[in-house]
Protein backbone atom coordinates (compact mmCIF):
# COMPACT_ATOMS: atom_id res chain seq x y z
CA UNK A 1 0.00 0.00 0.00
CA UNK A 2 1.60 4.02 -1.33
CA UNK A 3 1.55 6.41 1.54
CA UNK A 4 -1.24 8.50 0.26
CA UNK A 5 -3.54 4.50 0.57
CA UNK A 6 -2.46 4.36 4.21
CA UNK A 7 -2.61 8.51 5.15
CA UNK A 8 -6.21 8.07 3.27
CA UNK A 9 -6.81 4.91 5.45
CA UNK A 10 -5.69 6.03 8.63
CA UNK A 11 -8.22 9.22 8.23
CA UNK A 12 -11.15 7.33 7.88
CA UNK A 13 -10.01 5.86 11.00
CA UNK A 14 -10.79 9.28 12.51
CA UNK A 15 -14.52 10.74 11.32
CA UNK A 16 -12.97 13.95 12.94
CA UNK A 17 -9.49 14.60 11.26
CA UNK A 18 -12.00 13.29 7.67
CA UNK A 19 -14.57 16.12 8.87
CA UNK A 20 -11.72 18.36 9.23
CA UNK A 21 -9.66 18.20 6.18
CA UNK A 22 -13.54 18.61 4.25
CA UNK A 23 -14.10 21.60 5.91
CA UNK A 24 -10.37 22.55 5.55
CA UNK A 25 -9.11 23.43 8.97
CA UNK A 26 -6.53 21.01 9.23
CA UNK A 27 -2.60 22.14 9.96
CA UNK A 28 -1.04 19.79 8.10
CA UNK A 29 1.84 19.11 9.42
CA UNK A 30 0.32 18.69 12.93
CA UNK A 31 -2.03 16.04 11.45
CA UNK A 32 0.71 13.99 10.38
CA UNK A 33 2.77 14.06 13.33
CA UNK A 34 -0.40 12.62 14.57
CA UNK A 35 -0.88 9.79 12.34
CA UNK A 36 3.26 9.14 11.96
CA UNK A 37 2.12 6.10 14.29
CA UNK A 38 -0.37 4.60 11.32
CA UNK A 39 1.40 5.64 8.39
CA UNK A 40 5.03 4.97 7.47
CA UNK A 41 6.57 8.22 6.03
CA UNK A 42 8.04 11.33 6.97
CA UNK A 43 6.19 13.90 8.17
CA UNK A 44 6.71 16.24 5.56
CA UNK A 45 5.41 13.25 3.17
CA UNK A 46 2.17 12.59 5.04
CA UNK A 47 1.72 16.41 5.34
CA UNK A 48 1.51 16.25 1.13
CA UNK A 49 -0.71 13.19 0.83
CA UNK A 50 -3.02 15.20 3.46
CA UNK A 51 -3.28 17.94 1.44
CA UNK A 52 -3.93 16.09 -1.52
CA UNK A 53 -6.62 13.71 0.01
CA UNK A 54 -8.33 17.12 1.06
CA UNK A 55 -7.96 18.87 -2.35
CA UNK A 56 -10.17 15.37 -3.60
CA UNK A 57 -13.19 15.80 -0.78
CA UNK A 58 -15.93 17.48 -1.70
CA UNK A 59 -16.47 21.08 0.68
CA UNK A 60 -17.93 20.71 4.04
CA UNK A 61 -21.70 21.69 3.67
CA UNK A 62 -24.22 22.05 6.28
CA UNK A 63 -27.93 22.05 5.43
CA UNK A 64 -30.85 22.23 8.44
CA UNK A 65 -32.89 19.84 9.29
CA UNK A 66 -36.82 20.06 10.02
CA UNK A 67 -38.13 18.67 13.70
CA UNK A 68 -39.84 18.98 16.24
CA UNK A 69 -38.22 18.07 19.56
CA UNK A 70 -40.01 17.26 22.79
CA UNK A 71 -39.02 15.90 26.34
CA UNK A 72 -40.62 13.00 27.68
CA UNK A 73 -39.57 12.59 31.86
CA UNK A 74 -39.24 9.44 33.68
CA UNK A 75 -37.88 7.19 30.94
CA UNK A 76 -36.81 3.79 32.30
CA UNK A 77 -36.70 0.12 31.82
CA UNK A 78 -39.57 -2.06 31.11
CA UNK A 79 -40.54 -5.37 29.95
CA UNK A 80 -43.16 -4.19 27.68
CA UNK A 81 -41.29 -2.97 24.45
CA UNK A 82 -44.78 -2.77 23.25
CA UNK A 83 -45.00 0.11 25.55
CA UNK A 84 -41.27 1.48 25.12
CA UNK A 85 -40.28 5.08 23.51
CA UNK A 86 -36.61 3.48 22.61
CA UNK A 87 -35.27 -0.27 22.39
CA UNK A 88 -31.44 -1.27 21.85
CA UNK A 89 -30.49 -5.08 22.11
CA UNK A 90 -32.42 -6.00 25.17
CA UNK A 91 -33.10 -2.78 27.09
CA UNK A 92 -36.68 -1.37 26.08
CA UNK A 93 -36.78 2.27 27.73
CA UNK A 94 -40.70 3.60 28.50
CA UNK A 95 -42.39 6.67 30.08
CA UNK A 96 -43.15 6.27 34.10
CA UNK A 97 -40.76 3.69 34.95
CA UNK A 98 -37.36 5.71 35.86
CA UNK A 99 -35.74 8.45 36.13
CA UNK A 100 -33.92 9.28 32.60
CA UNK A 101 -35.49 11.49 29.95
CA UNK A 102 -36.38 11.02 26.71
CA UNK A 103 -35.86 14.16 23.81
CA UNK A 104 -37.26 12.81 20.93
CA UNK A 105 -36.47 14.90 17.66
CA UNK A 106 -39.39 13.77 14.62
CA UNK A 107 -39.36 15.06 11.49
CA UNK A 108 -36.53 15.03 9.02
CA UNK A 109 -34.28 13.16 10.91
CA UNK A 110 -31.45 10.18 10.29
CA UNK A 111 -28.65 8.58 10.83
CA UNK A 112 -26.65 11.51 9.77
CA UNK A 113 -28.61 13.95 12.13
CA UNK A 114 -28.20 11.27 14.76
CA UNK A 115 -24.50 11.28 14.19
CA UNK A 116 -24.05 15.16 14.40
CA UNK A 117 -26.04 15.62 17.69
CA UNK A 118 -24.09 12.92 19.39
CA UNK A 119 -21.11 15.55 18.70
CA UNK A 120 -22.72 17.84 19.85
CA UNK A 121 -24.05 16.37 22.92
CA UNK A 122 -20.28 14.84 23.46
CA UNK A 123 -18.99 18.40 23.09
CA UNK A 124 -21.56 19.49 25.74
CA UNK A 125 -20.52 17.31 28.11
CA UNK A 126 -23.86 15.54 27.78
CA UNK A 127 -23.82 12.01 28.78
CA UNK A 128 -26.30 10.04 26.37
CA UNK A 129 -27.09 6.82 27.92
CA UNK A 130 -29.19 5.54 25.06
CA UNK A 131 -30.06 6.94 20.97
CA UNK A 132 -31.80 5.14 18.12
CA UNK A 133 -33.01 6.52 15.13
CA UNK A 134 -35.75 5.00 12.91
CA UNK A 135 -38.97 6.54 10.73
CA UNK A 136 -37.84 10.16 10.74
CA UNK A 137 -37.37 9.95 14.44
CA UNK A 138 -34.15 10.28 16.66
CA UNK A 139 -34.78 9.08 20.37
CA UNK A 140 -32.32 10.02 22.90
CA UNK A 141 -31.93 9.11 26.77
CA UNK A 142 -30.34 10.87 29.16
CA UNK A 143 -29.65 11.68 32.93
CA UNK A 144 -32.95 13.75 33.58
CA UNK A 145 -31.18 17.20 34.58
CA UNK A 146 -29.71 16.94 31.19
CA UNK A 147 -32.99 16.88 29.44
CA UNK A 148 -33.28 20.54 29.13
CA UNK A 149 -29.94 21.54 27.63
CA UNK A 150 -30.19 18.29 25.53
CA UNK A 151 -33.27 19.49 23.53
CA UNK A 152 -31.58 23.12 23.30
CA UNK A 153 -28.54 21.72 21.57
CA UNK A 154 -30.84 19.04 19.41
CA UNK A 155 -32.81 21.80 18.51
CA UNK A 156 -29.24 23.87 17.69
CA UNK A 157 -27.58 20.79 15.73
CA UNK A 158 -30.17 19.86 13.65
CA UNK A 159 -30.16 23.93 12.13
CA UNK A 160 -26.47 22.50 10.72
CA UNK A 161 -26.49 18.50 9.94
CA UNK A 162 -22.91 17.94 8.13
CA UNK A 163 -23.93 16.71 4.44
CA UNK A 164 -22.20 13.22 3.67
CA UNK A 165 -19.26 12.91 1.33
Not at 105 to 113: E, V
Amino acid sequence: MSLAEDARDAVRRRPFLFASLRANVVNYTAAARFLSDDVDGDAESIATALRRFAESLPDYETAARTAHVSMESGLGETDDPDDALLVVGGTALAPGEGSLTGVVASGDADASALRHVLGRLDAAGVGVRAAGVADDAIVLAVERRDGPDTVRVVEDALDAVPESE
